[in-house]
């Protein structure tokens, strides 16, 4: 292998030029994003950096040794097409880049509400709409918050602490359910009533008012909430629907094995676009974890080099975490539909403090969550029982 392509300049794609250097490899690395920026850190977009605490010095992601890489960057060039068989990336310039293997990188993009959207209608994804809501965010305005997942709940912490009046809409009858089960989403739907943010559950958004700015939100239940800026914060889509045509297995992302193989020979896929196998459940799941994008490409660089290489600690204890309100929530491992929830310590509620649980199919401890109010050392207040996360909280910990 001579040439490899990586495709999206972010955390999993110089997470795999630098897998494949430290692997060995040394032909030519070629990483094209359609991003001007160098790659950057995402989470601080709706925490630190959107809070005015770190600037863009602070979140980039490349290091001083990371010019010993030796990449040929092609940023601000967006990849168009792929030719299955010859693994040929056709770029928006023209120029066509014949590579040995292709990485695909090019996780999510933020989704929007249809239509024409006045000004002040924000999403949270990229550097450049983090600057542009920073820029809006003035004290005293009011805030409509659509969606009260992790990205929606983490503006509306950062809003509310800037003095802005904040409001948030969820059509779900209980927030982040999904990803944290009805127990500890109703626990973290408290942290919103207890800072005095309204969280108006069980109601979608009809129509957006104002023009050329927007001035409200109707809502589906009738009820019209007055509004200087609204941040829609309703899930992601992964940057899949160029690869159309290339004989790629695509469903909801890149379809792949554990280590990131794809069906085509040479080609393989990593982090928030990548819908990987995952042992743990004996099923595809695409995560949108900043730790999975980070720890998946070394399995996938060695696949591409014909080596053996160890799963992610991601793949047998998958680990997030969410800042709001002055409480870092962590989740460590796997909530079964069908597991119940055990509290270990705290109460989960609006009362603040620890609360850390596990979810326990059938007996069996598969996945703890904590809520905790940061400790001096930055560490979590709660216990932890029966999964380790330590390695992945130090690689938390380094990049903040
Ligand atoms: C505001 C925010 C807060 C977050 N907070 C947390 C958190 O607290 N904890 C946590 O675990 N995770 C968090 N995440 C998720 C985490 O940031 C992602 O999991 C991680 O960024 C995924 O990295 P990636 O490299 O796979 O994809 P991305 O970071 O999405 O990068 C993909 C890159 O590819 C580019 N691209 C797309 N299509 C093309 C194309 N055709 N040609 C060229 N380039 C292309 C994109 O523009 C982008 O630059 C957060 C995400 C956001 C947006």
Redesign the pocket.
């Known amino acids: 292998m001579r040439d490899v392509t990586v495709?999206?300049?972010?955390?999993?794609?110089?997470?795999t030029a630098r897998a494949l250097r430290a692997q060995g490899f040394t032909g030519t690395i070629t990483v094209?994003?359609?991003?001007e920026?160098a790659?950057y850190?995402?989470?601080?977009?709706?925490?630190e950096f959107?809070a005015g605490s770190s600037d863009e010095d602070a979140i980039a992601l490349t290091e001083d040794d990371d010019a010993a890489l030796d990449v040929e960057w092609r940023l601000g060039?967006?990849?168009?097409a792929l030719d299955g068989p010859t693994r040929a990336v056709t770029?928006?310039d023209g120029s066509i880049l014949p590579a040995d293997a292709v990485v695909l990188?090019?996780?999510?993009?933020?989704r929007n509400l249809p239509g024409e959207l006045p000004g002040g209608v924000h999403t949270?994804?990229?550097l450049d709409?983090?600057r542009a809501l920073r820029a809006d965010l003035v004290p005293g305005r009011r805030l409509v918050v659509v969606g009260a997942g992790?990205?929606g709940a983490?503006?509306a912490s950062t809003a509310h602490g800037f003095g802005l009046d904040v409001t948030i809409v969820e059509a779900a009858p209980v927030p982040l359910q999904r990803a944290l089960g009805p127990e500890m989403g109703t626990a973290c739907g408290h942290l919103h009533a207890a800072a005095g943010v309204p969280l108006h559950l069980g109601t979608g958004v009809a129509r957006l008012v104002g023009s050329p700015r927007i001035t409200g939100v109707e809502l589906t239940d009738g009820r019209e909430l007055s509004a200087d800026v609204v941040v829609v914060g309703i899930g992601?889509i992964p940057?899949v629907e160029?690869l159309e045509g290339s004989g790629l297995d695509l469903d909801d992302g890149v379809v792949t094995d554990a280590a990131g193989r794809t069906n085509l020979p040479g080609v393989v896929a990593?982090?928030?676009?990548?819908s990987t196998h995952r042992d743990y459940t004996g099923s595809r799941l695409r995560?949108?974890?900043?730790?999975?994008?980070?720890q998946q490409p070394a399995a996938a660089a060695a696949a591409l080099l014909g080596t053996e290489h160890s799963l992610p600690a991601h793949h047998a204890v998958p680990?997030?975490?969410?800042?709001q309100y002055g409480h870092s929530i962590q989740f460590a491992g796997h909530r079964a539909a069908d597991g119940s929830v055990r509290i270990d310590d705290g109460v989960p509620g609006p009362a603040t403090g620890s609360s850390p649980c596990s979810s326990t199919p059938r007996g069996r401890p598969s996945a703890c969550s904590a809520s905790t109010v940061p400790g001096p050392s930055g560490g979590c207040a709660g216990s932890w029982r029966n999964v380790s996360t330590d390695p992945i909280r130090h690689l938390?910990r380094r990049s903040a």
Do not use: I, M, Q
């Not at 094209?32 to 991003?35: I, S």
């Not at 990188?105 to 933020?110: K, L, P």
């Open positions: 495709v999206g300049a972010s955390l999993a794609g110089l997470a094209v994003g359609d991003e920026h790659p850190d995402r989470p601080p977009l709706s925490k959107l060039r967006t990849a168009l770029l928006d990188a090019t996780g999510a993009r933020a949270l994804r990229t709409d983090a992790f990205v983490e503006v992601a940057n160029w990593v982090g928030d676009c990548a995560l949108e974890h900043w730790t999975n994008a980070l680990y997030f975490w969410s800042d938390r």
